[in-house]
């Protein structure tokens, strides 16, 4: 269900340490008050309300970082959607480590969930259009890519990871290009092609058909049409007529998604699936033994 | 406006270097194709909705990591309030090593400020009456001491930061003194108390009015009521009787908050204002010179 | 017999690789001249002197960094009173990477034992009072998690762990506050109330029994009495009669402890537990094989 | 007065930064509670006992690492004796990040402080010989570089750093070069010269007259008398006759050094030196301005 | 002289501490044992040899890290041929640090400019043509932007820096398609361009003219000639004819890189300018003050 | 075959991990486009080149990092001399991970054995000598344990590892002490003797037969001859006659090596073994299963 490659071991275990630290997890004066210390639990993930899971493999690390008797066994896949009361994991073993590491697998869990959820909403808003959802760089300083991971999950794609690996000219570059003397975008596409790294396609953010039919000219490979309406997108497109491919963006919501889908572009990416998808609501039950 | 200790150095240092490395902000091809190494320009970060402003010390740190040449100059205080068109901030130097950190730096003022102005909401709605509003542990893995800095620039309060500063004896602790033959939540108050670090006081969960009546009897700090609706938050009330400090969470919303802090308790404490905040847009506007 | 969650493995690892690195283990000119690479050892680990022991999960860690099919087994328990020959631990395998771990290993095993048996000391000289011996924040920098951890298997109870997770009122922030306009101890204890944490008790330190009389007015939890002979100690308490817990610090040794503790306090914070403690000297004892 | 290089910053900056992580300095939630952000203040670091100062740039570092505009100047220099009451080292800035730091700063002052005080005198004890007093690789893991420093600023020597740096043979090596067919001690001294590193001399542990005289036999650099009586020492000194330098070792206090210099080794190392040296008292007295 | 950006100073500070590190600068027994802590220098870098400076940036962090007041000041500019005796640098303050720093500054700017060196004769090699000189990923671990900036200094470009931000399809992957049904290479390019990067051309590796054939019918970007000899790329170039960039590799030399450049490709990519690059040599030349 | 003990695993992943970061090894977005998530393949490291093989458990670390299923087996051993087409080892798994972590296993693997390769030759050519090849520290920063585990694996030796294990004083230390008022180098000698640690002997470069003259007179347990030509060699060891040992340095290549070392010089130093070894040219050859 999830395209692309699986998180790698020692991504998860940065992040997770990072995070049991961050949380004291080892320090956890509650349990260590309460608990004995041969107690067993056992615990499920539960969903509480609908949506696509996200980032159990992260989770799995974090509830057997500080004990790895504890068992952690999945009970659905990667990106597979849940409604509210689905168990989605189980953990088995001693309880003050599974309760000193249930927030920082929930934390992890919930947000990714919460992602893979609100891109699927959007992937399926647009299902009977040939538009790919795309995600941006506007994701969590140092998450970047369990984030993007967890949109994959949701059935999104991604956009270029990095400022390295994309050209992406945007309108303070084209402002600078123009200072510069080169104020047709013809050719600056021209001059980029020159110096950029020829792995790279060139793709150029227009505000307005003028702007995109000199892009054309100078054979951008991907026209950006950024905050356009639905209107002014179609007219691109009557413009462009086949010659580069063509992604939306700016603005784009669950409300227009599908009229935007609608006028034909081939990508749609959306900033809010990362900067602002709320959290998926799953908790921790768990049984003494 | 803004209540506790400023960011430290390092802190913000670290999370800033690692944020450009993921970014590939050293190797920003697009920029490096376009922006002549001598070319220079001046922005201004400027608010696209209304809101709390929390994290400049971070965009500072970011657009000058690459080359401290480059000036930053804040236009408003972290906590203030802006609106639409505000502008917050200016930066000025060498044009492309702002534009190869404007992403960064944008996505830590967008998410801190999205935190501040939901919390400012919170704080808000309840100014009337006596109630706090706090946050929780339910924080970005790795950017918690971020995100309570920006519930505090929001006019909130931080719950404990760890599980390591603070007892609260939840639902599943409960169950596991039930098992250890310890069942009257008085006992277990009791307990708690002769093994747990003398500076910490004991926080416990209740979901009904006999939980409370036990937790009383043992000497409980704070009574954290969970999920409870309001009518149950009065009904507590009256039995706690002052006998303890009373923090509600659980369900806590914009619509239900006032109500809720109406009751006369101390806290309201909610998940949401760090799990679920959706980021405050917020641009960079750049005039090359 | 140890008291607390166990330490976690990744806390072991970071510090144990730490020190390696330093002693250079993975380049010891030494064995490398003379030990064959095939050469097998088993070695026993053995106390040159009466002690507890603690640190034996430290020791485990260094001694497999290097080669993983070394063998560790403990002959005793953490916490366990040992006497002058008495084997701790045996280790067998390949040899030189046996004698390239072994200062490591000692070098941990010799420091938290040293603190363990310190401890010991304190609380047996208190057996027959309640007092509680607490350890206090003056630990070897990057070593607090393990010389905390080296406190509890001596018998001893964890004061708070750093800044973050207890409120302890000093005379250096007493004369802040009266510099504030604040200079009445029970205003400055209910001031602190008001902003610090909901879930910390509020801790003072006071020098005679007027500033005891006005902690306890302004509903101070806990007073630290701070360097009072024990006259002192037997008037302070006398006022507070109850109103408050009382931990006296300053000035402990194994000469006053018994009778500080016979006063009634309920504990007594001691520095040199992690400050002073002299080493438990423990050596290895390698038979070639 | 300190011979050898001094600490470089980076190794100063990393141990800074760990302990004030460690102890929180950047959420001191009582200093929050207590000190206005702009009440400024000065402190004294004053010395409460007779000793050797050591550290004052890494205390430094550490009161300075969370607002670099707190000033911090020297009044005594590293290695000069100081006796109870002397000031040490004055700091003067805001007064809140002054309080948060002070811990570590002192943590640091006063454990180098105590290793250049005890190694000042077992110099002392031995300055009317041609003894040096060396340090061992029995050090705080994490720390050897400042104990080493610290060491060096009471007037000792450093032996060598690491394992890869000097060539010991001790009886694990003895015992394991026996088992290979190498039972002599000058076949053993001669077989590690042909393949040990050609910049290290060759020290081997002797515990009798007669190890003496075939590791001289095989050409030893330097001899390690482990654990010799003076009569013993002055036997072997006579064998030696002053074909190879000599070094005294194990159960040296401050009551037989001397007795062990007065027989003519050349060094005599005391693992006491870093691994059970008490702390020397230090406190920081601040007044708030 | 130098295209793309700078290093950033991050990334400089990084390597730097690790090599200062790695040779125990901090450390340097045979200066602490001649050089007057006080005593004086100026040194000058010197090439003993002809070349291409790059480094400069680098060697400077190295000789300033142990001691902030030493100068730094550069002769030449980077990417500068130098000839033998040419003076390249001038350092000048506290000698110790400056010649522990000595070797690490060295190794760096000799590695950096050995590589400059190579990629400078291989671009002159073809300054009559169009091609343009690529490096690959054959780096050395852990230095790639640092050996990346160093071919721009001489007058190369960049390949792609990393897996993410390049489609190549090489021998492996086209066998593995075959394995999966997908023995055309026309059908292989669709495949990919329907689910790569949209930001990404698709370079695709040819050893035949059947092979280029059938990539340029599925419509690759670039055509990757692995291999071939100046003939065969002739009769890849006409299949060609201008429908795609042409990169050639593999076994290129300055022996035949002009005939190659000459058969019109567009790019070279040369794996020895940084995998078997031999160091210029470049020697401090320090004079006592 | 190898000398000296093997490289730690911490070590190993600290350098492959690192690599495999810096070429985004789990982000790469060709395989990921063409290889099926479940589709298996079996690859062969093959030599093609003569050469010996150095860094097989490196190159081991790095297959398998991203997926521990993935199997790796050697079918020759560390310092083993191979000739063109050799198959080196062996590699089993998932083909996706396996083609992702290609790239940095070979360039390990290449880097590692072309330094053993360069090794081996000056190796023989003094096989018939007594003369020692003798690495030196103009190693890659951040990778010397590896180079100098690669010249041992080439049958040469280590001379120091880093400023902290050897006395060497050279031109610019001569120098200084010249300044300061010590311009004969038995003095200096001496002088270094005193302060130095006692574990170190002490090598001194000399130019010329005076030079060696003083630095005997004073006791140098090794002279180094720099850039002396064999007459000048000859000459020296005439005077030195067999009372310190002697190390030849400087452009040694290997026309000139066999000369030196029939002069009767224990060892030689030779910096392009590290400085400047070509890679050995090795491929992995796969087969989809």
């Known amino acids: 269900m999830l395209e692309g490659p699986p998180l790698p071991p020692h991504v998860i275990d940065d992040v997770v340490l990072t995070a049991l630290e961050e949380d004291a997890a080892h320090n956890d004066v509650t349990s260590a008050a309460i608990i004995e210390p041969g107690q067993w639990g056992r615990g499920t993930f539960v969903a509480k309300g609908d949506g696509v899971i996200a980032g159990l493999p992260v989770a799995a690390a974090a509830m057997t970082a500080l004990d790895d008797e504890i068992s952690f066994d999945t009970l659905v896949a990667e990106g597979q959607k ?37 891109t699927r909403e959007f992937v399926d808003a647009v299902q009977d259009t040939n538009a790919v959802i795309l995600d941006t760089r506007k994701t969590t300083p140092g998450l970047r890519a369990l984030e993007r991971y967890a949109v994959r999950a949701g059935g999104g794609r991604n956009h270029r990871f990095a400022l390295a690996d994309g050209i992406l000219i945007k309108d303070n570059h084209i402002e600078a290009a123009k200072q510069n003397g080169t104020p047709h975008l013809g050719d600056l596409v021209r001059e980029v092609r020159r110096s950029a790294p020829h792995t790279l396609r060139i793709e150029i953010e227009c505000t307005d058909v003028e702007q995109v039919a000199q892009a054309l000219e100078g054979g951008a490979d991907v026209i950006l049409l950024d905050n356009m309406d639905v209107e002014g997108i179609r007219a691109a497109l009557r413009v462009i007529d086949g010659r580069a491919q063509v992604e939306a963006s700016g603005g784009v919501t669950l409300d227009n998604v599908e009229a935007i889908a609608r006028t034909g572009v081939e990508f749609i990416s959306v900033g809010r699936l990362t900067h602002s998808a709320p959290a998926l609501d799953i908790s921790l039950e768990v049984v003494p033994l």
Chains 1, 2, 3, 4, 5, 6 share one sequence.
Request: some cysteine; hydrophobic content about 45%.
């Open 82 to 118: 849940v409604t509210d009361g689905t168990p989605i994991a189980e953990v088995e073993g001693r309880l003050a480590p599974i309760l000193s590491c249930e927030r920082v697998a929930l934390n992890f869990l919930q947000r990714l969930s919460g992602i893979a959820t609100l």
